[in-house]
């Protein structure tokens, strides 16, 4: 078993993590971190507010925000909360076991600024780079039975949408970290980016928006609706009323989430169904906005948003006791949330279109949200659609798009 190298702080000048001040980018150097597991003693959500307020990122209070200045010691801090965290956040069921254990599920990684650009820091090579063959936890078989089983839910009146998410991985040899890189450029990945540690890394090609905080406003932007990034496959996305009948329900979820942290009446709905493009897909895109209440923090608005409604569903508790017991394997670091916090902003991208490496496999999780007009068919093809440029470009060392 090999050993991947540990420190984020390698990767910074080439794939920095999400958001991470572009001018500083260069001379970041790792300060302190903060990993641990979703089912340790401490609340996930609590543990991450006192660490990063212990090293003077206010976090306290959203309503009062800092100043970013390349003259401080800290400039803010890369952060990854896995799906089961924000489960645990929530008192949701936990679900299946993560098939990458080795991945933590909260991670908090705080960089000051250094004196001078970082140097001296191996080289990845990609020759001796091989991906084997892909090994998937269900058959489409079961991926379709899982979907009828979510239909049947639906139909019981026990939820309105499920989002249901399958796993494979591959064994590897050679560095990962170039494959991470190539991943995290991929068209449309606005929070294209990657994060290591000891024995794991997560490499993400994310477009979609978990929680941004910006000057006391906090924003979500779920995708829902997919087609592939024809003439035809964009008319088909805007003129279905399946797929927008199911981006809408989370619209309002996302509504009620943010409700939960907003002043009264400050709560609306910016952009509906805006059409966007990730690489070779069309994806409908809405955003929701708020302003937040005096006192809340990174604890309280944690709690209103993990984990992402379009990667739940609505219920979102309820649907979250359906993943657990639909799913095949856990979802390790898919859909939960990736990128940076720093003293004068949050931005946390979704991690969807995200791959994760332990010592020996690579791990990508893809699917879909489940509604009553759902086809099982078609919900295995569109997870097939999703992941399938993410296991090519991983798959080619001289892929570059």
């Not at 080439?14 to 300060?31: K, N, W």
């Not at 959500?45 to 390349?70: C, I, K, M, N, Q």
Request: a neutral charge; one cysteine or more; glycine letters at 12%.
């Amino acid at each position: 078993m090999r050993q991947i190298e540990p420190y984020v702080v390698e990767a910074l000048p080439f794939a920095s993590p999400p958001g991470a001040p572009a001018g500083c980018v260069p001379r970041l150097v790792e300060h302190d971190r903060l990993q641990c597991r979703a089912d340790g003693p401490d609340d996930p959500a609590t543990l991450l507010e006192e660490f990063l307020a212990g090293h003077g990122l206010p976090v306290r209070d959203l309503t009062r925000p800092g100043v970013h200045r390349p003259t401080d010691t800290v400039c803010g801090a890369a952060v990854f909360v896995s799906a089961a965290a924000g489960a645990r956040m929530v008192g949701a069921a936990p679900g299946p076991a993560s098939p990458a254990p080795a991945v933590p599920d909260l991670v908090a990684v705080v960089y000051r600024h250094g004196t001078a650009p970082a140097t001296g820091h191996p080289r990845h090579r990609t020759d001796g780079w091989e991906l084997g063959p892909w090994t998937e936890s269900w058959t489409p078989r079961r991926h379709a039975d899982a979907v009828r089983r979510a239909r049947d839910a639906i139909a019981a009146g026990d939820i309105y949408q499920v989002n249901v998410v399958g796993h494979g991985c591959a064994r590897y040899t050679g560095d990962p970290l170039p494959a991470l890189r190539r991943l995290a450029r991929l068209p449309g990945a606005r929070y294209g980016g990657v994060l290591t540690g000891a024995g794991w890394a997560i490499g993400c090609a994310s477009p979609e928006t978990l929680v941004e905080v910006a000057d006391g406003r906090v924003y979500t932007r779920p995708i829902k609706g997919t087609r592939p990034a024809t003439g035809p496959g964009r008319r088909e996305l805007l003129e279905s009323a399946k797929e927008r009948a199911e981006h809408v329900m989370i619209v309002d979820l996302e509504r009620n989430d943010l409700a939960r942290i907003a002043r009264t009446g400050t709560v609306r709905v910016d952009r509906l169904y805006t059409i966007r493009r990730w690489s070779d897909l069309w994806q409908a895109e809405s955003t929701v906005s708020a302003t937040i209440a005096d006192g809340r923090g990174l604890a309280d608005l944690l709690r209103a948003v993990c984990p992402g409604g379009s990667v739940t569903g609505a219920p979102k508790l309820a649907a979250l006791a359906q993943i657990a017991v639909l799913e095949p394997v856990g979802r390790g670091a898919s859909m939960g949330g990736l990128g940076w916090i720093g003293p004068d902003r949050i931005d946390l991208g979704l991690t969807i279109r995200t791959a994760a490496v332990d010592a020996d496999r690579v791990h990508v999780w893809a699917g879909g949200g489940i509604t009553w007009g759902s086809d099982p068919a078609a919900e295995v093809a569109e997870a097939a659609a999703k992941s399938g440029p993410v296991r090519a470009i991983l798959a080619d060392p001289h892929r570059s798009r």
